[in-house]
């Protein structure tokens, strides 16, 4: 393996391990985290968790618990909160509250210990009538039109990658030739 080929792999190398080893180096254990609290307008609780430092997502599981109480003095709690099917980072009560107004205040023990209140207003939701259905003809229409948007980028795309193979084989040549000049 000539030199070159060999200063370039060193680079590769090192620039790839900087890339893996940088966001897991950033959020050790113990970096203090940050919740956001919020209704999700029904009467679940959204909670998201990212590392004050950097606002990256938690990848850690999260260990926390919700408690809740209403201006006529009904609690509701403690309930864990369970990581949510919609991010990695997302976390929701266990239960629902039951209807009306609720100071919330959600503590993490893990991986770090934090806290954080906000209020909530829980309530049901109202699903509205349902729309009737588009005819086909607009259907076809919008369809015709979203392929034809897709299709518009479709040179440029390939202008990309010819222009890719292009560098690749002219690096391979220089290569060649610099090998064969030295060899």
Known sequence: MNKVLRYAAAILLAGLGLLLGAPAASAAPGSPI???VAGDGGRNVNVLFTWKKDGRPVTDIVAATLFAKAPDGRTFGPIPLKSAPEGQNL?????????????????????????????????DI??????????????????????????????????????????????????????????
């Open 34 to 36: 940050a919740l956001e």
């Open 91 to 123: 976390y929701n009560a266990a239960e629902p509250l039951p209807a009306g107004e609720w100071k919330v205040t959600v503590t993490a023990t893990k991986p770090t210990e934090a806290r954080k209140s906000a209020t909530v207003k829980a309530q």
């Open 126 to 183: 109202v699903l509205p009538a349902a729309a009737a259905p588009a005819s086909s003809t607009v259907r076809a229409a919008a369809l015709a039109e979203r392929a034809q948007e897709g299709s518009s980028d479709l040179p440029l795309k390939i202008g990309i990658i010819a222009v890719a193979v292009v560098a690749a084989i002219a690096i391979m040549f220089v290569l060649v030739r610099r090998r064969n000049v030295s060899g």
